[in-house]
C-alpha cells in the first residue's frame, strides 16, 4: 500500500512540475506551436501507442477476412461458431431464434401478434383430408391454401435407396449440422454425417432434424425436388426436415416445430407409413377439430402455416422402415 501511494506522489509531482514548466514557458511569451515542438517528445510516445494499437486490430481484420475468403478458412470459423453456440446451449437455449429473420425482438409488433385472432372460419366444418390422384397449380392454390385447407396427393418421390446414397456421398451434406433434432439413440448433438452413421447401427430408433444451413437445404431440395405440381409462385425450398424411423413404436405424437415464416408445407412420405395430426391455432381449438391423416409411400401431404404438426410412426414387421420428408416454403397468395 505504501508503494502505491509512494508511486502515486511520484506521478502528482511529476504532473505539477510539468504545468509549472508550461507556465513558464507560456510568461516567456512563446506561443502555442513552440510549446507543442518543445511537448513533442512526449506526445509522440502517445501517439506511437495509439499507432500501434490501430496496426494491431487492422492486422487482425486483415487476417479474418483472409481467413473468410477461403474455404478451409470459412470452414473453420463456421465449426468453431457452431461448437461455441453447443457449448452454450445448456446455459442460453437458443434454438428458438433458427427461423427468427431478425434477433432483435420487435417490440412494435408485440401487440398486434397478441391481439391477433385467426379466422376459425377455415376450420370449424373440416373432418377430413381430401385424397386426390392429380390437381393443377391454380386449383390447389385457390381451393386449397387460400382457405388453409390441406390435401392429399399422389406423387413418385425418389427410391429410399436413392435418398440415402445422395446423401452419403456428400461430404458437405454430412459436415453440416441441423439446427433442430430429436432422437432416442443420441444425447449430445453432432453433424448430420455423424446422426445418420450412429442411429443406422440400432435395430429400432427414430430420428427427426431440420436443416437450415444454406448448402446442406440446397443439396437436400435437389434430392428430393418440390413436386412439379406446386404452383409458379411458390418460392424455392427455405427449410427442410427428414423423419426416419426404423421398427420403432411409440403411441404418443411427436411435435414438429415448423417454420412460421414459410407459408406453405409439404409432407412426403417416401418409404413407410406415419399419421400426420394437423392442430388447429390456439384460439381456434375450441371450435376446429383436430385432423388425421395416414400417408404411405409416394404421397404427398399439403398445408399450410394456418395448422400445427404433429406425426406419429407405428414400425411392424412388414413395413420396419418409415422415411418421410417436409419441405417448407413460402408462396405469394
Given at each position: 500500500?505504501?508503494?502505491?501511494?509512494?508511486?502515486?506522489?511520484?506521478?502528482?509531482?511529476?504532473?505539477?512540475?510539468?504545468?509549472?514548466?508550461?507556465?513558464?514557458?507560456?510568461?516567456?511569451?512563446?506561443?502555442?506551436?513552440?510549446?507543442?515542438?518543445?511537448?513533442?517528445?512526449?506526445?509522440?510516445?502517445?501517439?506511437?501507442?495509439?499507432?500501434?494499437?490501430?496496426?494491431?486490430?487492422?492486422?487482425?481484420?486483415?487476417?479474418?477476412?483472409?481467413?473468410?475468403?477461403?474455404?478451409?478458412?470459412?470452414?473453420?470459423?463456421?465449426?468453431?461458431?457452431?461448437?461455441?453456440?453447443?457449448?452454450?446451449?445448456?446455459?442460453?437455449d437458443w434454438s428458438y431464434l433458427?427461423?427468427?429473420?431478425?434477433?432483435?425482438?420487435?417490440?412494435?409488433?408485440?401487440?398486434?401478434?397478441?391481439?391477433?385472432?385467426?379466422?376459425?372460419?377455415?376450420?370449424?366444418?373440416?373432418?377430413?383430408?381430401?385424397?386426390?390422384?392429380?390437381?393443377?397449380?391454380?386449383?390447389?392454390?385457390?381451393?386449397?391454401?387460400?382457405?388453409?385447407?390441406?390435401?392429399?396427393?399422389?406423387?413418385?418421390?425418389?427410391?429410399?435407396?436413392?435418398?440415402?446414397?445422395?446423401?452419403?456421398?456428400?461430404?458437405?451434406?454430412?459436415?453440416?449440422?441441423?439446427?433442430?433434432?430429436?432422437?432416442?439413440?443420441?444425447?449430445n448433438e453432432g453433424n448430420i454425417?455423424?446422426?445418420?452413421?450412429?442411429?443406422?447401427?440400432?435395430?429400432?430408433?427414430?430420428?427427426?432434424?431440420?436443416?437450415?444451413?444454406?448448402?446442406?437445404?440446397?443439396?437436400?431440395?435437389?434430392?428430393?425436388?418440390?413436386?412439379?405440381?406446386?404452383?409458379?409462385?411458390?418460392?424455392?425450398?427455405?427449410?427442410?426436415?427428414?423423419?426416419?424411423?426404423?421398427?420403432?413404436?411409440?403411441?404418443r405424437f411427436k411435435k414438429i416445430?415448423?417454420?412460421?415464416?414459410?407459408?406453405?408445407?409439404?409432407?412426403?412420405?417416401?418409404?413407410?407409413?406415419?399419421?400426420?395430426?394437423?392442430?388447429?391455432?390456439?384460439?381456434?381449438?375450441?371450435?376446429?377439430?383436430?385432423?388425421?391423416?395416414?400417408?404411405?409411400?409416394?404421397?404427398?401431404?399439403?398445408?399450410?402455416?394456418?395448422?400445427?404438426?404433429?406425426?406419429?410412426?407405428?414400425?411392424?414387421?412388414?413395413?420396419?422402415?418409415?422415411?418421410?420428408?417436409?419441405?417448407?416454403?413460402?408462396?405469394?397468395?
Amino acid at each position: 500500500m505504501k508503494k502505491a501511494m509512494g508511486e502515486k506522489t511520484i506521478f502528482e509531482k511529476l504532473d505539477e512540475e510539468l504545468l509549472e514548466f508550461h507556465k513558464y514557458l507560456k510568461r516567456k511569451d512563446l506561443d502555442e506551436e513552440d510549446i507543442g515542438m518543445i511537448f513533442e517528445p512526449l506526445l509522440g510516445e502517445k501517439n506511437r501507442g495509439i499507432g500501434r494499437c490501430f496496426f494491431i486490430l487492422m492486422s487482425i481484420f486483415l487476417i479474418f477476412h483472409a481467413l473468410i475468403r477461403t474455404e478451409i478458412g470459412w470452414w473453420y470459423i463456421l465449426a468453431m461458431s457452431r461448437m461455441f453456440l453447443i457449448k452454450i446451449k445448456p446455459f442460453y437455449d437458443w434454438s428458438y431464434l433458427k427461423n427468427e429473420e431478425c434477433m432483435i425482438p420487435k417490440w412494435w409488433e408485440k401487440g398486434v401478434e397478441k391481439n391477433y385472432t385467426p379466422n376459425c372460419n377455415f376450420c370449424e366444418n373440416l373432418k377430413n383430408v381430401e385424397v386426390l390422384d392429380q390437381l393443377d397449380g391454380g386449383e390447389l392454390e385457390e381451393f386449397y391454401m387460400e382457405v388453409q385447407k390441406p390435401v392429399v396427393f399422389q406423387y413418385e418421390f425418389p427410391t429410399v435407396d436413392h435418398v440415402w446414397s445422395s446423401f452419403f456421398q456428400d461430404d458437405n451434406f454430412l459436415s453440416s449440422f441441423p439446427c433442430s433434432i430429436e432422437t432416442n439413440v443420441m444425447e449430445n448433438e453432432g453433424n448430420i454425417g455423424k446422426i445418420l452413421r450412429k442411429i443406422s447401427i440400432f435395430p429400432n430408433f427414430f430420428v427427426h432434424f431440420q436443416n437450415c444451413e444454406y448448402d446442406s437445404m440446397k443439396y437436400f431440395r435437389g434430392v428430393v425436388p418440390t413436386p412439379k405440381f406446386v404452383p409458379d409462385n411458390i418460392s424455392p425450398v427455405q427449410y427442410n426436415w427428414l423423419m426416419w424411423s426404423r421398427n420403432y413404436t411409440f403411441p404418443r405424437f411427436k411435435k414438429i416445430e415448423l417454420s412460421n415464416s414459410e407459408n406453405f408445407k409439404l409432407v412426403g412420405q417416401i418409404e413407410g407409413r406415419a399419421t400426420y395430426r394437423l392442430l388447429p391455432p390456439g384460439k381456434c381449438e375450441k371450435i376446429c377439430e383436430e385432423v388425421e391423416v395416414t400417408l404411405g409411400k409416394g404421397q404427398v401431404f399439403i398445408f399450410t402455416n394456418f395448422w400445427r404438426l404433429e406425426y406419429s410412426v407405428s414400425g411392424s414387421e412388414e413395413e420396419i422402415e418409415d422415411v418421410g420428408v417436409i419441405l417448407e416454403a413460402h408462396s405469394i397468395l
